[in-house]
């Protein structure tokens, strides 16, 4: 059985050494409250509910949900746990004081929902999807609104979803069919299938918030003809309080490869009231902030699985013994050396470990550009809410995409390096895999996220999100190409930031003259784009790590373990950007020259 333990220390030098986010917090509305001590005792609460709470139901919780006649109950423990994190105020952390929220940063929310994604990834589902409902309502929603759906979903008496897939259309959401029928009084009634609907219908509150894609009579065709709609569950009282059933009801939930403590759902909408959120048509502009907001989250699957798998298979590898080592015998008085001294071994365990530390850097760093971009928000300041909102765009992609690749890889290596017992469902490590296998499907598949990267915020963008990003790296390497030990690292980072740029030049002439190009270049752009990114935070990460061991301080293991693994990181994962970028920049045809009789088997 895995047992979970927040890695705070790695936390703490993030936030503090390498984003110092004290400083960073003096600069936004809020942030003043977030005070060193605040934010040392959120952490060590986060991490006490994610160890003691949520962690002891993750392998129980695969057992999943059980559904009877539209009811849903979840696992054994689940709506208990739910009940400890109200009791918290855990939901309202980051959330608006006026709608009875703390107004604390929305980074330190991200930092919280770490470790509960983490700890239980199913669990963290149900409070982690209504936190995109409470943007999109914050953002886009009237006044009346907010004051009505807002209060109960930041104490968390409410929780919300995102309901856009359809059985016809998944990403593609031009095909949208559910209609909204205007009532007259102001309200609309909502009827259509909507599918793979996560937390549609679970046990564990009065009141589910669903938030609808839907078609007015009048609108046109395409994605240009998608509005927005608030369907409560249950019809609200003159009060705000839960009344009659709303006519929407969950028509079956899914069996899953993974993540069965959570409820996927049909939902069956039949003429059920619903309220429009935003302007007429623009749905699909409103609904990106819940979908951003749940790209985000759903990078949190890729870092925590390569964590929880680290830490799965790290004990073991240590206990575990098979053979001796290739270059001598190096525990003699027991039967055969632990796991740990073979080479191979040690290429997974520094691999899982390189992507979970370098990925949090990666969301951290994501974090802090929300907060700004929230910021901005609240002092009315449009343009510098668009600047900061296409740089976390640019970064979205890749944070969904590029994470949870490396994220699966991560859980497979944990059971590699348990053997045969990695495949016995009792260790918990195959759980994890087939947990995160989602997390490269949902919110827009790996495929889905690189066309938005390369085609969208690449191309179409001119490369303004790009050059942003590039201008923060160069100032880097200006700050830090001089420091003797940050040399080796320096220069390959310089090198990696010239072909990325090169390659992007270079796909955007050959697209101009082949459309397929974007799409047989936009996977590996991705990926080498990820890597090279990941790298970059990896070069900060070894310059504080130098800093803090030439002020000869405490903790100087922790420190030369950071080095060691960006050692390995610029050594054994880094060159795979090469390959990448070689394939990028082919030719679509190997790809596109068969013909479509011709995959017949």
Same mark, same amino acid.
Request: glycine letters at 10%.
């Given at each position: 059985?895995?047992?979970?333990?927040?890695?705070? !220390?790695?936390?703490?030098?993030?936030?503090?050494?390498?984003?110092?986010?004290? /400083?960073?917090?003096?600069?936004?509305?809020?942030?003043?409250?977030?005070?060193?001590?605040?934010?040392?005792?959120?952490?060590?609460?986060?991490?006490?509910?994610?160890?003691?709470?949520?962690?002891?139901?993750?392998?129980?919780?695969?057992?999943?949900?059980?559904?009877?006649?539209?009811?849903?109950?979840?696992?054994?423990?689940?709506?208990?746990?739910?009940?400890?994190?109200?009791?918290?105020?855990? !939901?309202?952390?980051?959330?608006?004081?006026?709608?009875?929220?703390?107004?604390?940063?929305?980074?330190?929310?991200?930092?919280?929902?770490?470790?509960?994604?983490?700890?239980?990834?199913?669990?963290?589902?149900?409070?982690?999807?209504?936190?995109?409902?409470?943007?999109?309502?914050?953002?886009?929603?009237?006044?009346?609104?907010?004051?009505?759906?807002?209060?109960?979903?930041?104490?968390?008496?409410?929780?919300?979803?995102?309901?856009?897939?359809?059985?016809q259309c998944g990403t593609d959401l031009g095909?949208?069919?559910?209609?909204?029928?205007?009532?007259?009084?102001?309200?609309?009634?909502?009827?259509?299938?909507?599918?793979?609907?996560?937390?549609?219908?679970?046990?564990?509150?009065?009141?589910?918030?669903?938030?609808?894609?839907?078609?007015?009579?009048?609108?046109?065709?395409?994605?240009?003809?998608?509005?927005?709609?608030?369907?409560?569950?249950?019809?609200?009282?003159?009060?705000?309080?839960?009344?009659?059933?709303? !006519?929407?009801?969950?028509?079956?939930?899914?069996?899953?490869?993974?993540?069965?403590?959570?409820?996927?759902?049909?939902?069956?909408?039949?003429?059920?009231?619903?309220?429009?959120?935003?302007?007429?048509?623009?749905?699909?502009?409103?609904?990106?902030?819940?979908?951003?907001?749940?790209?985000?989250?759903?990078?949190?699957?890729?870092?925590?699985?390569?964590?929880?798998?680290?830490?799965?298979?790290?004990?073991?590898?240590?206990?575990?013994?098979?053979?001796?080592?290739?270059?001598?015998?190096?525990?003699?008085?027991?039967?055969?050396?632990?796991?740990?001294?073979?080479?191979?071994?040690?290429?997974?365990l520094l691999t899982q470990k390189a992507i979970?530390?370098?990925?949090?850097?990666?969301?951290?760093?994501?974090?802090?550009?929300?907060?700004?971009?929230?910021?901005?928000?609240?002092?009315?300041?449009?343009?510098?809410?668009?600047?900061?909102?296409?740089?976390?765009?640019?970064?979205?992609?890749?944070?969904?995409?590029?994470?949870?690749?490396?994220?699966?890889?991560?859980?497979?290596h944990g059971v590699q390096v348990y053997g045969?017992?990695?495949?016995?469902?009792?260790?918990?490590?195959?759980?994890?895999?087939?947990?995160?296998?989602?997390?490269?499907?949902?919110?827009?598949?790996?495929?889905?996220?690189?066309?938005?990267?390369?085609?969208?915020?690449?191309?179409?963008?001119?490369?303004?999100?790009?050059?942003?990003?590039?201008?923060?790296?160069?100032?880097?390497?200006?700050?830090?190409?001089?420091? /003797?030990?940050?040399?080796?690292?320096?220069?390959?980072?310089?090198?990696?930031?010239?072909?990325?740029?090169?390659?992007?030049?270079?796909?955007?002439?050959?697209?101009?003259?082949?459309?397929?190009?974007?799409?047989?270049?936009?996977?590996?752009?991705?990926?080498?784009?990820?890597?090279?990114?990941?790298?970059?935070?990896?070069?900060?990460?070894?310059?504080?790590?130098?800093?803090?061991?030439?002020?000869?301080?405490?903790?100087?293991?922790?420190?030369?373990?950071?080095?060691?693994? /960006?050692?390995?990181?610029?050594?054994?994962?880094?060159?795979?950007?090469?390959?990448?970028?070689?394939?990028?920049?082919?030719?679509?045809?190997?790809?596109?020259?068969?013909?479509?009789?011709?995959?017949?088997?």
């Open positions: 059985m895995i047992e979970y333990k927040a890695p705070l !220390q790695d936390i703490r030098f993030l936030i503090n050494e390498v984003f110092d986010f004290q /400083a960073h917090y003096k600069t936004i509305p809020g942030g003043s409250e977030a005070s060193e001590d605040m934010v040392d005792a959120i952490l060590n609460e986060a991490a006490r509910f994610s160890e003691e709470v949520i962690a002891p139901l993750y392998q129980a919780g695969d057992k999943g949900c059980v559904f009877t006649d539209g009811e849903v109950k979840t696992p054994a423990g689940f709506r208990a746990a739910y009940g400890q994190y109200v009791e918290g105020g855990w !939901q309202g952390m980051s959330a608006p004081v006026e709608y009875g929220g703390q107004g604390l940063p929305l980074s330190l929310g991200v930092i919280k929902s770490e470790m509960i994604g983490t700890a239980n990834w199913a669990w963290g589902m149900y409070p982690g999807l209504s936190l995109g409902a409470m943007n999109t309502i914050y953002l886009h929603g009237s006044e009346e609104q907010k004051n009505t759906y807002l209060p109960p979903m930041t104490e968390g008496r409410w929780t919300g979803t995102m309901c856009l897939t359809e059985p095909q949208v069919k559910t209609r909204a029928i205007p009532a007259g009084d102001g309200s609309y009634r909502i009827s259509g299938t909507k599918i793979f609907i996560s937390s549609g219908e679970h046990d564990l509150t009065e009141q589910i918030i669903h938030i609808v894609l839907a078609r007015l009579p009048d609108a046109p065709q395409g994605t240009k003809g998608i509005s927005l709609f608030i369907v409560p569950k249950f019809r609200l009282r003159e009060d705000g309080s839960p009344g009659d059933r709303n !006519q929407v009801s969950c028509g079956s939930i899914e069996d899953k490869m993974g993540i069965h403590g959570s409820s996927t759902c049909v939902m069956n909408f039949d003429g059920a009231e619903g309220f429009l959120i935003g302007p007429e048509h623009k749905g699909l502009t409103c609904m990106f902030t819940f979908m951003n907001t749940a790209r985000i989250g759903t990078s949190i699957q890729g870092i925590g699985a390569a964590e929880l798998s680290f830490q799965g298979a790290l004990p073991y590898a240590r206990e575990r013994r098979s053979m001796r080592s290739l270059s001598g015998s190096k525990q003699p008085d027991q039967v055969a050396d632990a796991l740990i001294v073979h080479p191979d071994v040690r290429r997974m979970a530390e370098g990925g949090r850097a990666m969301l951290y760093h994501a974090a802090r550009l929300a907060d700004f971009m929230m910021a901005c928000h609240a002092r009315g300041d449009q343009q510098g809410y668009e600047d900061y909102d296409d740089k976390l765009g640019f970064l979205t992609p890749v944070l969904k995409a590029f994470l949870t690749e490396l994220g699966y890889e991560a859980a497979n045969g017992h990695g495949f016995i469902r009792e260790w918990g490590m195959e759980q994890i895999v087939r947990d995160t296998q989602i997390a490269k499907l949902y919110e827009g598949t790996t495929g889905v996220q690189a066309l938005d990267l390369l085609g969208r915020k690449i191309l179409l963008g001119r490369m303004k999100s790009f050059n942003a990003f590039r201008d923060d790296v160069n100032r880097f390497i200006r700050r830090h190409e001089n420091r /003797a030990e940050m040399k080796p690292f320096i220069r390959q980072l310089k090198r990696y930031m010239l072909r990325w740029r090169i390659g992007t030049f270079r796909i955007a002439f050959k697209a101009s003259r082949d459309r397929d190009m974007v799409g047989a270049a936009s996977y590996d752009y991705l990926m080498f784009s990820g890597y090279v990114i990941m790298a970059f935070f990896w070069a900060q990460m070894a310059d504080k790590a130098f800093t803090a061991l030439q002020a000869d301080g405490k903790n100087r293991d922790f420190y030369r373990a950071k080095l060691q693994t /960006a050692n390995f990181y610029f050594e054994r994962m880094l060159p795979r950007a090469r390959a990448h970028g070689k394939m990028m920049l082919k030719s679509p045809d190997s790809l596109m020259a068969m013909k479509d009789g011709h995959f017949a088997f």
